[in-house]
């Protein structure tokens, strides 16, 4: 069955620092792009931040950029977001979730997502 | 940066009813790189479309999209009591960054 779980939510103060991660089962994992979209609690969706397959590049939203890190280690894998300075705006659940297509260079459709992970930005 | 914006924000519609949901970008959406999803309480986002109109895998034919350049529009037939939901367009067009819209929400 193709899957993704995350891991690695909690309660972390303004300032602090969390990592998630997303495990995938069920497919090719380099073969794929991996994204990671929240949802604040009772708001809409929000692209995260997006990767390549190979690992040739990493895209972060306007709001994340330069404290949040997406990352991935095809070998064991696994995809990863590193997230520091955390604000009390970035309390929400993360979603990871998979490109529709197997391929690299181009962006598709999120076909298949996680349960979500929640993350609690307070002091 | 393309912004989405959803109309309408809520849309109260009862089965067998047809629903016909609005995405308008900010600016054209490259190569029509624009997906609809469905989201119930709790649960992650579902597929439902890509490319402006290709149905995704297992998704009934009553859902169906249109639309190209800046405006699109989902359209379910005859709606069916699970289909009560909200609804988001999600532009992935050319390169990053990408966005969603704020969602419409469907209900009885």
């Known amino acids: 069955e193709v899957q993704l779980v995350e891991s690695g939510g909690g309660f972390v103060q303004p300032g602090g620092s969390l990592r998630l991660s997303c495990a995938p089962s069920g497919f090719t994992f380099s073969n794929y792009a991996m994204s990671w979209v929240r949802q604040a609690p009772g708001k809409g969706l929000e692209w995260v931040s997006s990767i390549h397959g190979d690992n040739s590049g990493a895209y972060y939203a306007d709001s994340v950029k330069g404290r949040f890190t997406i990352t991935r280690d095809n070998s064991k894998n696994t995809l990863f977001l590193q997230m520091n300075t955390l604000r009390d705006g970035d309390t929400a659940v993360y979603f990871c979730?998979?490109?529709?297509?197997?391929?690299?260079?181009?962006?598709?459709?999120?076909?298949?997502w996680g349960q979500g992970t929640m993350v609690i930005v307070s002091s | 940066d393309i912004v989405l914006t959803q109309s309408p924000g809520t849309l109260s519609l009862s089965p067998g009813e047809r629903a016909s949901l609005s995405c308008r970008a900010s600016q054209h959406v490259s190569s029509n790189y624009l997906a609809w999803y469905q989201q119930k309480p709790g649960q992650a986002p579902r597929l439902l479309i890509f490319?402006?109109?290709t149905r995704a895998t297992g998704i009934p034919d009553r859902f169906s999209g249109s639309g190209s350049g800046t405006d699109f529009t989902l359209t379910i037939s005859r709606l069916e009591p699970e289909d009560f939901a909200v609804y988001y367009c999600?532009?992935?067009?050319?390169?990053?960054?990408?966005?969603f819209g704020q969602g419409t929400k469907l209900q009885i």
């Open positions: 979730a998979r490109d529709s297509v197997p391929r690299n260079g181009v962006f598709d459709a999120f076909d298949i």
């Open positions: 490319g402006a109109s």
């Open positions: 999600y532009q992935y067009g050319s390169s990053p960054p990408f966005s």
